[in-house]
């Protein structure tokens, strides 16, 4: 079975940093789009970052842009996401999600997994970020 492999969460000050790594396993690695998206309690599912590891375009939300940054290893088969000048607005279950493949409509719809968003192929556990004020 395919699984996504979410870690790196924790409890950090506001100002802080973390770092998630999402490596799944079982796919091919480069032809995937591979997303981060978030829930805080009683909040909808947002999305956060996204990488297309084929060709490199990133995506962000508007809320972490400046802050956070995706990269991705694709000799390591993992998804890095820097997350930098936390805040306690940060503070959700993070979760990363696999696609494949991706098209024209990809760039304006990652972030959302309702009616009209992207359909993602897999999803992983989450990872729970605490942020401290």
């Known amino acids: 079975d395919v699984q996504l492999q979410a870690s790196g969460g924790g409890l950090v000050q506001a100002g802080g940093s973390l770092r998630l790594s999402c490596r799944p396993s079982?796919?091919?690695?480069?032809?995937?789009?591979i997303s981060w998206f978030r829930q805080a309690p009683g909040k909808e599912r947002e999305g956060v970052s996204s990488?297309?590891?084929?060709?490199?375009?990133?995506y962000y939300a508007d809320s972490v842009k400046g802050r956070f940054t995706i990269a991705s290893d694709n000799a390591r088969h993992t998804v890095y996401l820097q997350m930098n000048s936390l805040k306690p607005e940060d503070t959700a279950v993070y979760y990363c999600?696999?696609?494949?493949?991706?098209?024209?409509?990809?760039?304006?719809?990652?972030?959302?997994?309702?009616?009209?968003?992207?359909?993602?192929?897999?999803w992983g556990q989450g990872t729970q970020v605490t942020v401290s004020s």
């Open positions: 079982r796919i091919s690695f480069d032809s995937y789009a």
């Open positions: 999600a696999a696609t494949s493949p991706t098209n024209e409509e990809f760039s304006s719809t990652w972030h959302l997994t309702g009616p009209g968003g992207w359909q993602y192929d897999y």
């Open positions: 990488i297309d590891t084929e060709n490199g375009s990133t």
